[in-house]
């Protein structure tokens, strides 16, 4: 019962009176009575459906906000409360013999929420490579800092407390589904079903949640059995020009009928591409299924499929100097055009279903048992060109930019008439600046099969070799989690829950021939052992098939499984006394996985075929805190929490595409944090302040990328990363005049590496150390600061709300302390070797994003016709029009290096690149619901 | 009824994912077609004073069949085309050559513009240089690639001039497809290989050219000039001092030493 209770906190301004009065007479029933108030105007609500789930199922309807249920048997019974335009609420009432239980006062917080949807659909636009993390947390919170931070700071890619994004726990009817390979939340899943997945209890940082320990970063539960999905029909229609051109989202669900059955349906669809970037588009679908049954007054079995399929063409990040040549900050290098036609190379195709299983008994009053079952399957993949022994086909190049040629360049490469001539190429040829695809058909059509290179059966000299492809990189995983857990009551003052998450997780990751370019076939070896070694043995990509020919569809270059099994045994205990609630968690894991190859490398004939030696990590989590409530309005609270988890596998492994090695020193992370809250709530203002501190240790890291200085894919394997997050956290809500409020949160923080990790760098070909001794080199990047996100947050806004439901907002928000993803080897020896020290500065310096200002502004009206409501909700975002603010950036891997004096070679770095916010977008909403 | 409805757009939605967009692939690249109203030689010619010379000749068109390729690593940035007169090396600078400009392939080019350079009294069409070392440099830029070289028709390979004495060796020669029969090898110092590769594991071990005298059956030495670089560089020479052996290559010069550049071991027999 605990368990709604909490749920209830963040919708609820509820006093639960329940406690019994002396008898009068003695009967075996008793009578509930209650007042349902709206959360934001205090006004009553009228004509509120109230549900108790007695046998008999009683339903009445509020009259001037009160309600009144009478003759109910004695027991602990459930109501629900529905109103049109409020989020349903259910809680729990104690009925007593010949008495009446008072819930005094019933807040329904609107289900409007147009803001929170816009938000919602942030989490659909596009996670590309460059650390570019989905939003932290998502939800319909209502603490008055996180109901702005979360749908504000998105906007520049805001990170709760600098945290990554796998600290964020999501839930789904009680099941963990953040990603088992990288911890990553799971939001992505149900892109475009904003309706089905709107039921949400959240705990926010460190507090704890009823279906699990969580992280440092929030617990998110989505309530999508098809009895918590608000009864009705949606629609809504959505134009717009940030992401997506166009969104239709049709929502349905039936509420319990006296059979106890329930059922909803969503689908959706999102299409087109956005206003400033081109290249880039949406082509997505989605689609929800769920029935329940209640099987009788104690038991409901609810099965929940959905499913997410989305073809998403991305952008890429690029430098300054690109930018500046096509004079727009939205540049995208991904794409080009074939035929006449806009075709990207870098293609997302995903469709990743869910199926959940849910069971749920009430023992008894006291005692509650939810048993979960998911499988998450399908497809995941990610396109690009690959190509052999052929010119690098990306536009920007560093070759192909007038950089290459210009002041800067290297002496040996100095020219400015080139310079000059690739200025005018860039700024008059389209198939200068974007992939020339007409020219990768020809060389493919040029390119025969000669018997020369080593006979292939089934060829002859009319075949054509592509020498270009689109291959798509595929993680298809199959993930099956398991819960039980038990929610008692075990006194008036003390509440358990507890229980077992088990996970079974594989993930094939390979690669798949995704389209020949007018070529035939492609031949599977690697280029890069074939340049180095030419041994025909040491090419093969998989020597248990060597030379194997491989067509449209075919599976090549590398295939590995992950295999994975985790356990948690956890418990939360949960103490009040007076003004005082306490709880105390704690999680015994255990995480164990493997490398499973598909391939015999050439390379690593001993070291790639079949399993690895498993990787076994025992974790533990405590957490404790308490909050004092110094009176109804102020309240005091703290949290305190130690964290180890096993590391995540694509951050374990030294090289996993070509072998079975492991980072050596492999161990868990440690994650110590503690919280202290305040938070104010009287008449005329809402406070809430919290400071935090946080330490990270003992991370690994491996950033795999494709090296140009040695032209070859090279890894870099780091571990003994630690991090400190420390800062200040406020948000006010004070309501002045005339239904305006005035809104602010601020998020101060700073988040620093406190350590010099160590890295060893290797390359997919060879384990030849590709940079002289850097096996286990340090990177000094002590006091450097955590990237991806604005470390200074801060939004003001007025927000006005009609009586007539008209709704206006205007919000400036202020973003400072922005950090360039960073390349470790710029902060090692090697690299300022022989450097003066401006150059050292230069190489060295981590940048920082300007300060950037971002005007936004909202409108939105709700009619009401009868039982139906029609609303229209327009959001505009970067109202000035700034094109220049920098969303994010990273630091290119590769260095420069110059020879020139071959006594004293040195190292520079390249130009970093970045992502711009977009300027002025629009996000027009209009939706119907009855 | 309403759940029918909304279970077939749940359908619908389902049915219509996943669906990617498919191309068409642009039709096949029609091969130029151009009048050539300049030879290689009259090209040639324009190179004066022993010093770069900017082609100042709007209208000039030379053309030219392909006869060296990058496929085997010997030759690099660069490719030789021949006409009925002469041939010329043509430092294009992009790499991967193989592809676009095949050998019997027919290529026009606009030389006005680029820049006709020596080297070792070899004459090339390049771009100006800002090297004084060099006296032309890498075409590089695609614009100007796009606009002065153009690939026409593919043809039959050039058939090799067999150069028996190195005494009738003349220009018109330079940068031509010749064969040498029956030329004996001399000697490649201390090698055994046709050049050195680096060792990967070693990164200071640097790749190095490999030179290997041949005396032609007329009389006369030609050396055969191997890159680093070269797929074959490590593969041992099939023969010793002393074997008589057919070489195809490219014929070139580095001052008064004639070279002979191979694009593939493949086109060495040995014959005693």
């Known amino acids: ?930 | 009824m309403k759940s029918i409805l909304l279970s077939s757009i749940t359908l619908l939605a389902f049915l219509f994912a996943g669906c990617e967009k498919q191309y068409d692939a642009p039709a096949e690249q029609m091969p130029v077609v151009m009048q050539a109203n300049m030879t290689i030689k009259e090209l040639k010619a324009l190179y004066r004073n022993a010093a770069p010379t900017i082609v100042n000749n709007p209208g000039a068109v030379v053309a030219g069949k392909v006869i060296s390729t990058d496929r085997y690593g010997n030759f690099y940035r660069t490719f030789y085309i021949q006409d009925e007169t002469a041939g010329i090396e043509i430092k294009i600078g992009t790499r991967t050559l193989y592809s676009t400009y095949t050998i019997g392939q027919e290529i026009y080019i606009k030389p006005h513009h680029l820049c006709l350079g020596d080297y070792g009294q070899m004459i090339s069409l390049g771009f100006t240089s800002t090297n004084p070392k060099y006296q032309n440099s890498w075409i590089d830029v695609p614009m100007v690639i796009n606009n002065s070289i153009f690939t026409g028709e593919m043809k039959a390979p050039v058939a090799p001039v067999e150069i028996s004495n190195t005494a009738s060796i003349t220009a018109d020669h330079m940068g031509t497809w010749v064969i040498l029969k029956n030329a004996t090898y001399k000697s490649g110092g201390s090698l055994t290989t046709w050049a050195k590769k680096n060792d990967p594991n070693i990164s200071e071990d640097e790749a190095a050219y490999g030179e290997h005298v041949f005396t032609l059956s007329g009389g006369g030495d030609i050396t055969v000039r191997t890159s680093g670089y070269a797929k074959f560089a490590d593969t041992p020479l099939p023969f010793a001092a002393g074997a008589k052996v057919n070489l195809k290559g490219v014929l070139t010069r580095f001052n008064n030493t004639f070279q002979l550049v191979l694009n593939t071991d493949k086109d060495v027999e040995v014959v005693q």
Do not use: C
């Not at chain 1, 931070?149 to 906007?155: D, E, L, P, Q, S």
């Not at chain 1, 990553?184 to 009823?210: C, H, M």
């Not at chain 1, 599976?555 to 956890?570: A, H, I, N, T, V």
């Not at chain 1, 928000?813 to 950090?819: D, E, K, Q």
């Open chain 1, 1 to 930: 019962m605990k368990a709604r209770l909490l749920f209830f906190f963040f919708f609820l301004f509820t006093t639960l009176n329940a406690l019994a009065q002396e008898p009068v007479t003695q009967k075996e029933t008793g009578d509930v009575k209650g007042k349902v108030v709206a959360r934001t105007t205090r006004q009553p609500v009228d004509g509120a459906k109230i549900t108790i789930n007695t046998p008999q199922n009683i339903v009445v309807y509020t009259t001037e906000g009160t309600f009144e249920l009478n003759d109910i048997p004695a027991g602990q019974w459930e109501i629900s409360i529905e109103a049109a335009d409020y989020m349903p609420v259910r809680l729990p009432v104690k009925v007593t013999k010949s008495a009446t239980t008072e819930i005094q006062l019933v807040t329904l917080a609107p289900d409007i929420t147009p803001v929170a949807d816009f938000a919602i659909d942030e989490f659909d636009s596009d996670i590309d490579d460059a650390g570019q993390d989905l939003p932290v947390t998502l939800s319909a919170t209502q603490d008055v800092f996180e109901s702005i931070a979360n749908y504000k700071f998105g906007i520049l890619r805001f990170r709760n407390r600098g945290y990554d994004n796998n600290t964020a726990k999501v839930y789904m009817n009680g099941i963990y589904l953040n990603d088992a390979q990288s911890g990553y939340s799971p939001w992505s899943l149900w892109g475009g079903l904003n309706d089905a997945v709107r039921n949400q209890e959240n705990s926010s940082a460190l507090a704890v949640s009823d279906y699990g320990v969580g992280s440092i970063n929030g617990v998110t539960q989505i309530n999508a059995t098809a009895s918590q999905i608000r009864k009705g029909l949606r629609m809504s229609a959505v134009n717009a020009s940030g992401q997506y051109l166009f969104r239709g989202m049709i929502t349905y669900a039936s509420g319990e009928n006296e059979n106890g059955w329930s059922y909803a349906f969503s689908g959706s669809t999102r299409q087109g591409g956005n206003f400033w970037v081109k290249g880039v588009d949406y082509n997505a679908w989605a689609y929800f299924g769920s029935v329940e049954k209640r099987l009788n007054r104690n038991s409901r079995l609810a099965l929940t499929f959905f499913g997410s399929p989305a073809i998403l063409s991305t952008q890429a990040a690029a430098t300054q100097e690109a930018f500046d040549l096509v004079n727009s900050n939205y540049y995208n290098p991904n794409w080009g055009y074939q035929n006449g036609e806009v075709r990207n190379a870098r293609v997302r195709n995903n469709h990743e279903p869910v199926l959940l299983l849910n069971y749920s008994l009430d023992i008894n009053p006291k005692n509650k048992l939810h048993i979960g079952l998911s499988y998450r399957f399908g497809r995941n993949g990610y396109s690009a060109l690959n190509w052999y022994d052929a010119q690098d086909p990306r536009p920007d190049y560093y070759r192909y930019l007038p950089s290459y040629f210009g002041d800067a360049a290297t002496p040996a490469n100095q020219d400015m008439e080139k310079a000059a001539w690739l200025t005018e190429s860039w700024k008059s040829d389209w198939n200068t600046r974007q992939i020339n695809w007409d020219a990768l058909y020809d060389v493919n059509r040029r390119s025969f099969y000669d018997p020369a290179d080593g006979v292939l059966p089934g060829l002859s000299l009319i075949n054509r070799r592509s020498k270009y492809i689109v291959e798509e990189r595929r993680t298809d995983q199959q993930d099956v989690n398991f819960k039980i857990q038990l929610l008692s009551i075990l006194s008036d003052r003390l509440n358990f829950s507890g229980g077992l998450d088990y996970r079974w997780n594989q993930t094939e990751y390979f690669k798949v021939i995704k389209d020949l370019l007018g070529g035939d076939y492609w031949l599977d070896i690697d280029q890069f052992a074939e340049r180095d070694f030419g041994d025909s043995q040491i090419i093969q990509n998989d020597l248990n098939h060597p030379n194997r020919v491989v067509y449209k569809g075919d599976k090549y270059g590398y295939d590995y499984y992950s295999r994975l099994q985790s356990e948690r045994l956890w418990t939360i205990l949960k103490y009040n006394v007076g003004q005082w609630e306490t709880y105390g968690a704690l999680e015994g894991g255990h995480t164990n996985f493997w490398r499973d190859g598909q391939y015999r490398k050439g390379l690593f004939p001993d070291n790639s075929y079949g399993k690895s030696a498993p990787q076994d990590f025992w974790t533990y989590s405590a957490k404790i805190g308490a909050t004092f409530k110094l009176s109804g309005s102020h309240r005091l609270w703290a949290n305190l929490a130690y964290i180890t988890e096993a590391p995540y596998f694509q951050r374990a492994m030294v090289s996993p595409r070509t072998r079975n090695d492991f980072i050596p020193g492999l161990t868990t992370e440690k994650t110590a944090s503690a919280d202290l809250n305040y938070a104010l709530q009287l008449p005329w203002i809402k406070l809430r302040v919290s400071g935090y501190y946080t330490t990270i240790k003992d991370q690994v890291d491996v950033i795999s990328f494709y090296d140009d200085l040695n032209r070859t894919f090279s890894n870099f394997a780091m571990r003994d990363i630690d991090q400190m997050h420390t800062g200040l956290e406020a948000g006010v809500e004070v309501p002045l005049l005339f239904n305006i409020t005035l809104k602010g949160a601020l998020s101060y923080g700073y988040y620093i590496y406190t350590s010099d990790p160590n890295v060893t760098i290797t390359a997919d070909n060879g384990s030849r150390l590709i940079y002289d001794n850097m096996e286990n080199t340090t990177i000094y990047w002590k006091n450097y600061k955590i990237s991806g996100t604005p470390q200074t947050a801060l939004n003001i806004g007025l927000d006005y709300r009609s009586p007539k439901n008209l709704f206006l907002g205007v919000d400036l928000g202020y973003y400072a302390a922005n950090y360039i993803s960073m390349n470790p080897l710029r902060r090692t020896d090697a690299s300022i070797k022989g450097l003066n020290e401006d150059q050292i500065r230069a190489t060295t310096r981590q940048e920082m994003f300007p300060d950037a200002f971002i005007l936004n502004a909202n409108i939105g009206k709700i009619w009401y016709i009868g039982k139906y409501m029609i609303g229209v909700n327009l959001d505009m975002r970067n109202i000035l029009n700034n094109t220049h603010i920098k969303s994010g950036g990273y630091e290119q891997m590769r260095l420069t290096r110059d020879n020139s004096n071959p006594d004293n070679i040195t190292y520079s770095p390249f130009d970093s690149k970045y992502y711009y916010l977009l300027g002025t977008t629009y996000y027009l909403n209009v939706y119907f619901r009855f």
